[in-house]
């Protein structure tokens, strides 16, 4: 079935980095444009960052341009998140998502979501 | 403050109609596919409605989604105690290049 499993997630101390990782099952990764979408706790989702589905096109939030970058490797169905200078607002849980749309076409919104991993940013 | 503007609450009686709203503007919802999320506490979200009013198989269909010029919402009908969850709104903003997810609304059944 159609599967994506974070890991990577753990506590570390602030300016910092971690990389996090998605491995995704039961589809064919490289069709697809996926994101990082994070949640702090007791907060709403927010939007992180997108990569295309070829990685010609990378889309940051605001807040972590510069800091963090999205990659993926089709050859091992994985997408990344390289996390540097890590913050205490960072601290969230972190989830991989695949966008709704296919090939170049991404929609924004996504269909299919992983069950998360947790970051902690903290001294 | 969220790009998209969510009612932080609603509520309802059980078999009631629910109507969460969803405001964004032209370089948002206007423009492009509008998706809400289910989420429950400690769960991951779930999609709820893709591609503005389109139900993912196993949704049921006392969920539905619509959308008028800048603002979109969700409709729960005949509201049962499993619907209490939190409910996101998102899109594409062409103005930022990036996702924009709304505040989300905790619906509570009375």
């Known amino acids: 079935q159609v599967q994506l499993v974070e890991s990577g997630g753990g506590v570390v101390q602030p300016g910092t980095s971690l990389r996090l990782s998605c491995g995704a099952s039961?589809?064919?990764?490289?069709?697809?444009?996926m994101h990082w979408v994070r949640q702090a706790p007791g907060k709403g989702l927010e939007w992180v960052a997108l990569i295309s589905y070829d990685g010609g096109k990378k889309y940051y939030a605001d807040f972590v341009k510069g800091r963090f970058t999205i990659s993926r490797d089709s050859a091992k169905s994985t997408l990344y998140l390289q996390m540097n200078s890590l913050r205490t607002d960072d601290t969230a849980v972190f989830y991989c998502?695949?966008?709704?749309?296919?090939?170049?076409?991404?929609?924004?919104?996504?269909?299919?979501w992983g069950q998360g991993t947790t970051v902690t940013v903290s001294s | 403050q969220s790009v998209l503007t969510q009612p932080p609450s609603a509520s309802g009686t059980p078999e009631q109609r629910v109507t969460i709203a969803c405001s964004g503007s032209?370089?948002?919802?206007?423009?492009?596919?509008v998706y809400w999320y289910q989420q429950l506490p400690g769960t991951a979200p779930k999609l709820l409605i893709y591609?503005?009013?389109e139900r993912p198989s196993g949704v049921p269909d006392r969920f539905s989604g619509s959308k008028s010029g800048t603002s979109a919402s969700l409709a729960i009908s005949g509201l049962r105690s499993e619907d209490e969850a939190d409910y996101y709104c998102v899109a594409w903003d062409d103005s930022l290049s990036a996702v924009v997810f709304g505040g989300g609304t905790k619906v509570t059944v009375l």
């Open positions: 998502a695949r966008d709704d749309g296919f090939g170049d076409n991404f929609l924004g919104g996504v269909d299919i």
């Open positions: 032209s370089s948002n919802i206007e423009n492009h596919y």
């Open positions: 039961g589809f064919t990764f490289s069709h697809y444009a």
């Open positions: 591609r503005t009013n």
